[in-house]
Nanobody
Framework: QVHLVESGGGLVQAGGSLRLSCVAS????????MAWYRQGPGKEREFVAA????????RYADSVKGRFTISRDNAKNTLYLTLNTLKPEDTAVYYC??????????????????WGRGTQVTVSS
């Protein structure tokens, strides 16, 4: 069973940048397709970005395309999300999630085998 812990959130001004990390333990990150989701205040959780288990393919929600970058370092068991040109509407708790390795094309409909607890990102105007 993989265990996920996010970090890197914080308070940033609009236009600023952050890099979120998600460290896996218990089972190697390389066994999973990975994704980031977020839940803003009063909103449902939504898909942000996904990356295939080897890192060769990525996919993004239209709302973050061109501003956010998902990446992974399987040797370090770490998933990243670089957030650039942040907007107040990006304010949310950001979660990383692990899915079966062959499910990348199905994300966000794919089953999730593990969620992290989330890290808060707050963007001030």
């Amino acid at each position: 069973q993989v265990h996920l812990v996010e970090s890197g959130g914080g308070l940033v001004q609009a236009g600023g940048s952050l890099r979120l990390s998600c460290v896996a333990s218990g089972r190697a990150l390389g066994f999973y397709a990975m994704a980031w989701y977020r839940q803003g205040p009063g909103k449902e959780r939504e898909f942000v970005a996904a990356i295939s288990y080897f890192g060769s393919s990525t996919r993004y929600a239209d709302s973050v395309k061109g501003r956010f970058t998902i990446s992974r370092d399987n040797a370090k068991n770490t998933l990243y999300l670089t957030l650039n040109t942040l907007k107040p509407e990006d304010t949310a708790v950001y979660y990383c999630a692990a899915s079966p390795p062959d499910s990348f094309s199905d994300i966000p409909r794919a089953s999730v085998v593990a969620w992290g607890r989330g890290t808060q990102v707050t963007v001030s105007s």
